[in-house]
């Protein structure tokens, strides 16, 4: 059973579209986590969100509590974001992973 | 802060060696996770402490493995014997506090051949 289902798996872009990568939970949580992981690197975390909208740079990440559901857009997307994108529930001091969402972008 | 440190960075070990990973948590961190990622299951929590105190180690795969946070600045996770199966990479993460965003370090990227 996945609390987290993330959608799409993989996905590849043009530089300069716009991107949405999408996070469904069946958890009670606290908070929603968007981490960022380069091939072969560390995590890195993006945004904690418990409630509405979230911006940093080029990046926006939104969550609707009632439809547990959470979405993490990027816009004019570039190649240095390509990267895998990772969902994360958390009731309490606990992480429940999505699977990822492989993203490459073109030049 | 220089962040979470891990190390080693790489492991290569032989099967049943005793491996031991390393992880310093950010100062002042009263949180602290230890992660096994690999391409079949992805990210998997093994154990966590909070104020050092081991709070849960459900995910710790079976008696082979076991963590220790002897102080609030270091903490480690040691596999003995190591078996193929355990190549996977390894990452630390330590929070402020519940409901606190979660630092992670490089991980520790473990192959037991």
């Known amino acids: 059973k996945n609390e987290v289902e993330q959608s799409p798996q993989n996905l590849t872009a043009q530089e300069g579209e716009f991107i949405t990568i999408n996070c469904s939970y069946s958890v009670g949580i606290s908070a929603l986590h968007w981490l960022q992981q380069h091939p072969g690197g560390g995590i890195v975390s993006l945004f904690m969100l418990s409630s509405g909208k979230k911006k940093h740079g080029r990046l926006i990440a939104t969550i609707n509590i009632q439809e547990k559901h959470s979405s993490l857009h990027i816009t004019a997307s570039h190649p240095r974001d390509s990267a895998v994108y990772i969902c994360?529930?958390?009731?309490?001091?606990?992480?429940?992973f999505g699977t990822g969402t492989s993203l490459t972008v073109i030049p | 802060d220089a962040g979470v440190i891990q190390s080693p960075r790489h492991e290569v070990t032989e099967m049943g060696q005793e491996v031991t990973l390393r992880c310093k948590p950010i100062s002042g961190h009263n949180s602290l996770f230890w992660y096994r990622q690999t391409m079949m299951r992805g990210l998997e929590l093994l154990i966590y402490?909070?104020?050092?105190?081991?709070?849960?180690d459900s995910g710790m795969p079976e008696d082979r493995f076991s963590a220790k946070m002897p102080n609030a600045s270091f903490s480690t996770l040691k596999i003995q014997p190591s078996e193929p199966r355990d190549s996977a990479v390894y990452f630390c993460?330590?929070?402020?506090?519940?409901?606190?965003?979660?630092?992670f370090g490089q991980g520790t990227r473990l192959t037991v051949v």
């Open positions: 402490f909070n104020n050092n105190v081991p709070i849960d």
């Open positions: 994360a529930a958390s009731p309490g001091n606990q992480f429940y």
């Open positions: 993460a330590s929070k402020l506090q519940m409901n606190t965003e979660a630092f």
